[in-house]
């Protein structure tokens, strides 16, 4: 839920670190706002400003700072973005509510016997990596609950990430206040009229990779791949948490909820 500053104990930043994706509108946005309020370091800063899209939101968040974080809408889509406006960026900033996400975390061992981890704000995927579905064998802390799935992929999201990839999936948005997240199937063929799960966020999920040589699958989160996986295991983060800020009445909680409107 979103918060005000009275209640977060955020105080007015005074040193603001600008970063930019690359496109050009991101590109010519920070050489404007930095001509207006300076650069102050990364590491003296009270707040990151992070001017691109949502793909550049995630890439600022995987930093790790530990700095709330403003985004501007400099890409394309822009859930996760304020809209982009030069001026008064102080002021919006001392009026803007807070709100945590909390990452998943990823283990995945592949074909090879490498294990890689990975965090991710919106989502772990798993997507066949061949011509042929996948076939997954999912377990929710440690139990067995589906001997073998037949599908493009699956799919583990949270709250904030519910509206992008699982979405587009048919999976349910989740409130972002709520403590669960989203299992969903990708063009599931057996069972085909399977519809996913709610679980709740402290649910360990594994998938299995059957058959991983005829039928190879890679894992993803947020844009992070590794090809060739065996298992993957994947839970929440529940002591991890990042801090974006918006503009008063446009926080998570109300664009979740415009979107099951739209």
């Known amino acids: 839920m979103g ?3 009275e209640e977060t104990g955020l ?7 600008f970063a930019a994706a690359m496109q050009a509108s991101a590109q010519e946005a920070l050489g404007e706002l930095t001509g207006y309020y ?3 370091e990364l590491e003296e800063s009270d707040v990151v400003i992070a001017l691109g899209g949502d793909g ?3 890439q600022c968040l995987h930093q790790n700072t530990g700095l709330p974080v403003y985004g501007m809408n400099r890409g394309t889509i822009g859930f996760l973005m304020n809209n982009y ?3 008064d960026l102080p002021d919006r900033l001392e009026l803007a509510e807070e709100a945590e996400i909390k990452p998943l975390s990823m283990r995945a061992l ?3 016997g490498e294990l890689h981890t990975a965090q991710a ?3 772990v995927s798993l997507l066949r990596a061949g011509p042929q579905a996948a076939k997954l064998r999912i377990s929710v802390n440690g139990k067995v609950r589906m001997e073998e799935l037949i599908c493009d992929g699956a799919i583990l999201s949270t709250p904030a990430g519910s509206t992008a990839y699982n979405y587009s999936a048919h999976g349910p948005i989740l409130p972002i206040g709520a403590d669960v997240l989203a299992l969903t199937g990708i063009a599931c063929f057996r069972p085909r009229r399977w519809r996913g799960a709610i679980l709740p966020d402290t649910a360990s999920v594994r998938f299995d990779v059957l058959e991983p040589e005829k039928r190879p ?3 993803d989160a947020d844009s992070r791949s590794v090809k060739s996986v065996l298992w993957v295991e994947i839970k929440a983060e529940p002591v991890i948490k990042h801090r974006l800020l918006f503009d008063p009445g446009h926080g998570l909680e109300e664009r979740l909820m415009s979107e099951q409107f739209a």
Do not use: W, Y
């Open 3 to 5: 918060q005000t500053k």
């Open 11 to 17: 105080i007015r930043p005074r040193k603001m670190h």
């Open 38 to 40: 300076g650069q102050s």
């Open 56 to 58: 550049f939101m995630l």
């Open 85 to 87: 406006a030069p001026d």
């Open 110 to 112: 592949t074909t090879d």
């Open 121 to 123: 704000f919106n989502e």
């Open 217 to 219: 699958v890679m894992s």
